[in-house]
């Protein structure tokens, strides 16, 4: 029988979970990209993360033929960009200052992280599209992660920028 949709989205807004933005870019050039809460590593040798990408995304088509995509681990001064392109806007990139990666991705301004990736594998994953991407360059930035739980946007309150977060 299994759970409804809404039992599942509900169960699972119980995870806190950091948030991405993935960019790649369409046959023209034209950068593009997406929000993306679904982001986790898979592999250090080699080092591998996965992305999940809903299939009615406008983005989809070009991060698959594209072959290539970033990752974008937001900063807690970043909810705007992200819920930006969490939308069905057009031109998500209008205003956004941004530059190309090493791999000529769209590589925006002030993430926490960022992660040049060339895709090596992708898979049917219900009503997404999980693609595997093997990382060709790495970049970080100051700052604590944005944060997304229960529906709602988030920042860190006890670990900081200096600790670990285990006890002593």
């Known amino acids: 029988m299994g759970i409804s949709q809404e039992e599942f989205r509900h169960t699972l807004s119980h995870f806190a979970s950091g948030v991405t933005i993935v960019t790649t870019r369409e046959a023209d050039g034209r950068p593009t990209g997406l929000t993306a809460a679904a982001f986790t590593s898979v592999s250090l040798d080699p080092p591998l993360v996965l992305v999940c990408v809903d299939r009615s995304s406008n983005s989809l088509a070009a991060l698959i ?14 909810e705007a960009l992200s819920r930006r392109f969490a939308s069905k806007e057009d031109n998500k990139f209008s205003g956004v200052s941004f530059a190309p990666g090493k791999l000529d991705l769209p590589i925006l301004d002030s993430a926490l992280a960022v992660l040049e990736c060339r895709t090596v594998h992708t898979y049917d994953g219900g009503d997404h599209t999980i693609f595997v991407g093997e990382v060709e360059a790495a970049h970080t930035g100051q700052g604590s992660p944005l944060l997304y739980y229960r529906g709602r946007y988030g920042r860190l309150a006890t670990l900081g920028q200096q600790g670990s977060g285990r006890s002593k």
């Open 65 to 78: 033929a594209y072959g290539r995509f970033a990752v974008h681990i937001l900063a807690d001064d970043q």
